[in-house]
């Protein structure tokens, strides 16, 4: 039950992922094309908001809702982030969506879309498979 | 209403998805990221024996609720929220894509690629098939997506995020100034 706060999140999110059009292929051609600001636009707003609020949460040492301590594990540096990122940039300019506009144009109606994440879940499964044969 | 109903302007519309990280830290000390969630259901559903898949996936279970969410706003989004009108693009794009063979942009997505009919297709091929599993693969090969890396990861400063922000990008200019053209003289 503690996991429908999450669904609620997720909705939240889902909401304006659609609303926001870039779920849209057209505003990804757009970006790449740059032929718009949209899309830079709403991408430099929600990571400046969210360097703000993460600067205020770890200045503060604000809590969770139940009072457990938060804390953002560290990214480390692999190859990975430079062959898999380029791949995945392929991969966003021809299917115009990431992971969470994937789920959101399925909600939306876009039954076709299944198909995607069919494909980017054996995306994903392939990589676990050979994973130890790719540099990193 | 009609403020919920039109498309929103990029900074409300990014403003309130960058909201969603401090949303899910609040709520349960969970970091943003989505490209996990396709992770956790190849190691629900098929882990294969392989290392990679073989964690307690239900101690991540939250993050699979969280896409389900997404499902859920989508629909929402589309059956109360839609916007009559079709998708405002930009002169030059509208042009380029109409060389194509692209016009309709009623919708979200543009028919002439994204309906069931062109699935069995070389356009389906490479539009839903090869283009998802690329999505799929280099996600999880950077170890994130635009969510855990350029929002969340940036947002936290992490340099590694920047780069894999920079691949993405390049890789997403690269196909759509090289690959696609050609792409599209291959289907059209």
């Known amino acids: 039950m503690s996991n429908i706060k999450y669904l609620l999140a997720g909705a939240f ?20 094309q740059l032929t718009s600001f949209h899309m830079y636009g709403v991408i430099f707003t929600a990571i400046l908001t969210a360097m ?3 600067q205020v949460i770890k200045r503060a040492g604000i809590k969770t809702i139940l009072g457990a301590p938060i804390s953002v594990a560290p990214k480390t540096f692999n190859k990975g982030q430079l062959f898999g990122g380029l791949l995945f940039g392929l991969g966003w300019a021809i299917t115009g969506a990431c992971p969470g506009p994937l789920f959101a144009l399925i909600g939306n109606g876009f039954t076709v879309v299944i198909v995607t994440l069919f494909s980017a879940i054996a995306g994903t499964w392939v990589y676990g498979a050979v994973k130890n044969r790719l540099p990193h | 209403m009609e403020l919920l109903t039109q498309p929103w302007h990029w900074a409300v519309s ?9 949303l899910l830290l609040l709520l349960g000390n969970k970091a943003f990221g989505i490209s996990s969630s396709l992770r956790h259901i190849c190691a629900a559903c098929l882990p294969a024996n392989l290392s990679f898949f073989k964690y307690d996936w239900r101690k991540e279970s939250w993050n699979l609720f969280f896409v389900g969410g997404i499902l859920l706003g989508g629909f929402i989004a589309g059956h109360w929220l839609r916007d009559p009108h079709a998708v405002e ?14 016009y309709d942009h009623s919708r979200l997505l543009p028919p002439e690629i994204f309906s069931w009919s062109q699935l069995l297709t070389w356009k389906g091929l490479i539009f839903f098939v090869i283009g998802g599993f690329l999505v799929g693969f280099g996600t999880r090969y950077a170890g994130g997506c635009t969510s855990g890396h350029a929002i969340m990861g940036i947002a936290n400063l992490q340099w590694p995020s920047m780069v894999a922000t920079a691949c993405f990008m390049a890789g997403g200019f690269f196909c759509t100034h090289v690959i696609l053209p050609w792409v599209f003289g291959l289907v059209s």
Do not use: C, D, H, N
Not at chain 1, 15 to 31: P, T, Y
Not at chain 2, 89 to 102: F, H, P, Q
């Open chain 1, 13 to 32: 999110f889902g909401i304006v992922l659609v609303k926001a059009e870039v779920v849209s292929w057209f505003r990804i051609q757009e970006m790449f």
């Open chain 1, 52 to 54: 703000l609020s993460l």
């Open chain 2, 14 to 22: 990014g403003f309130l998805i960058g909201l969603v990280v401090p």
């Open chain 2, 89 to 102: 693009i930009a002169a030059a794009t509208r042009e380029r894509l109409a060389g194509y063979g692209i």
